[in-house]
Every structure is written in C-alpha cells, then in structure tokens.
C-alpha cells in the first residue's frame, strides 16, 4: 500500500507557472507506475502524464511541450512542473501510482489539489 499527498496547487495567471509534488508515504522506487490525473467540472477524469519504473514518460497531447513530470526516488516524492498555463488547465489534479502484486495490480489516489488558471 501507498498513501499519497498532493501539494502545490493555486491560483496562477494565463501564462504562469505552477508545481505541484506527490509525496508517497513509501519507497516509490518499486512502483512500476505514477502519474498525475485532472478533473475539470463536469468532465471525465484525464490522464496528464505517467511514468513506469522503466523511466518511460508519456505526455497528453494537450500539455505536452509544457508539462514536465519528474520522480526523486531518493525522497519519495513526484513533481509536475506545469509551464505556460492556461484557462483549459483548470482541474483537480490527482497523483497516482499503481503498484503491481501477485495476480493483479492495485491503484492509489492521492486527494487532489486545485489549480486555478483565470486573470
């Protein structure tokens, strides 16, 4: 099992900066996966970004070239260095992790932080 807690989130101009961390109340060197999700009003949740053990990233096409996804082992913790914000980037944004176990895999969510792009 993993507990998760989000950080980071706020309120930021069009155009600003935000960085949101995931701290795991464990070793994340072992999970073989961990990204972030966001939920806007009234829409689905969605895949931001996610990474494997194998240090593969992937990126929606809607953040890619802005978004960059960063794990550090050493402390536990996944960061999401969201640049060039804007308005559509409004959501609830979740850290996950997934954790592989004899026969299956388990899911982990974080509780979520807001993150708020409006002038």
């Known amino acids: 099992q993993v507990q998760l807690v989000e950080s980071g989130g706020g309120l930021v101009q069009p155009g600003g900066s935000l960085r949101l961390s995931c701290a795991a109340s464990r070793s994340i060197f072992s999970i073989y996966a961990m990204g972030w999700y966001r939920q806007a009003p009234g829409k689905q949740r969605e895949l931001v970004a996610a990474?494997?053990?194998?240090?593969?990233?992937n990126y929606s096409d809607s953040v890619k070239g802005r978004f960059t996804l960063s794990r550090d082992n050493a402390k536990n913790t996944m960061h999401l260095q969201m640049n060039s914000l804007k308005p559509e980037d409004t959501a609830v944004y979740y850290c996950?992790?997934?954790?592989?176990?004899?026969?299956?895999?388990?899911?982990?969510w974080g509780q979520g932080t807001q993150v708020t792009v409006s002038s």
């Open positions: 990474t494997t053990s194998g240090d593969i990233t």
């Open positions: 996950h992790a997934r954790i592989l176990r004899l026969g299956g895999t388990d899911d982990y």
